[in-house]
């Protein structure tokens, strides 16, 4: 069975510095990997996602991934962090075949302090 | 363009009492979900359709039930309400066509949430 492992529950940034969210994943085959940014008391928001093609993907409000196949991770990043970044982050993985449901982390909580 | 739209947004359930969350779908797409977010969990899946009249179980299929008549609508029915679904529900769709291989069109696309409370 796939899984998807975000091991910080909170990830702590100074405005202006980079960030990291991290997620692992473990999938038979070829994995499809997303993010998603959920606001409080909003449904979910596609960020980015990973197919096939060049590890590094861009996405939206400035976010990027690195795909890993080696180290089974796609870490989302952004270079100079803002204070409305500040939300909860979900790295997911999707069925290949059948279903094409998400399989989710548990979610990383991003705190951008001004 | 309204994309993923859900009623009610918040509902309280007394235990035993039963209740339809809609959920509909401007975007033509084949695929709807319904998922269901514990706090501090991810999402989990509840049910699925690949179409209409195609509905299949996901994880987590106990105590609900669902119907897809049309590609627009596919509204999340619960039975006989107990605390244990007390819980945010999310109904999303995506593009794509069952065997079809993954294609940019394949994102999925969130509605805004139930948050359902069961006492």
């Known amino acids: 069975a796939q899984s998807v492992a975000q091991p910080e529950d909170q990830v702590n940034v100074a405005e202006g510095n980079p960030l990291t969210v991290k997620c692992t994943y473990s999938?038979?085959?070829?994995?499809?990997l997303f993010w998603y940014v959920q606001y409080p008391n909003r449904g979910l928001q596609f960020l980015l996602k990973?197919?096939?093609?060049?590890?590094l993907v861009k996405g939206s409000y400035g976010f990027e991934a690195e795909f890993n196949k080696s180290q089974t991770s796609f870490h989302l990043k952004k270079p100079s962090a803002l204070v409305s970044d500040s939300a909860l982050y979900f790295c997911a993985v999707r069925d290949r075949e059948g279903r094409r449901a998400l399989t989710f982390g548990s979610g990383t909580r991003l705190q951008v302090q001004p | 363009n309204a994309g993923v739209t859900q009623t009610p947004k918040f509902r309280i359930l007394k235990i035993g009492q039963s209740m339809t969350l809609q959920c509909t779908q401007d975007m033509n797409h084949n695929y709807m979900y319904w998922y269901r977010q514990d706090p501090g969990m991810g999402l989990k899946l509840i049910y699925y359709s690949v179409g209409a009249g195609i509905t299949d179980k996901g994880e987590v299929p106990n105590g609900y039930n669902v119907s897809r008549s049309t590609t627009e609508d596919f509204p999340l029915r619960l039975e006989l309400a107990a605390p244990s679904q007390t819980s945010v529900y999310f109904c999303?769709?995506?593009?794509?066509?069952?065997?079809?291989?993954?294609?940019?069109?394949?994102?999925?696309?969130f509605g805004p949430g139930t948050r359902l409370t069961v006492l």
């Open positions: 999303a769709s995506s593009g794509g066509t069952s065997g079809s291989p993954i294609t940019s069109t394949d994102t999925q696309y």
């Open positions: 990973y197919i096939t093609g060049d590890n």
């Open positions: 999938v038979s085959g070829n994995p499809y």
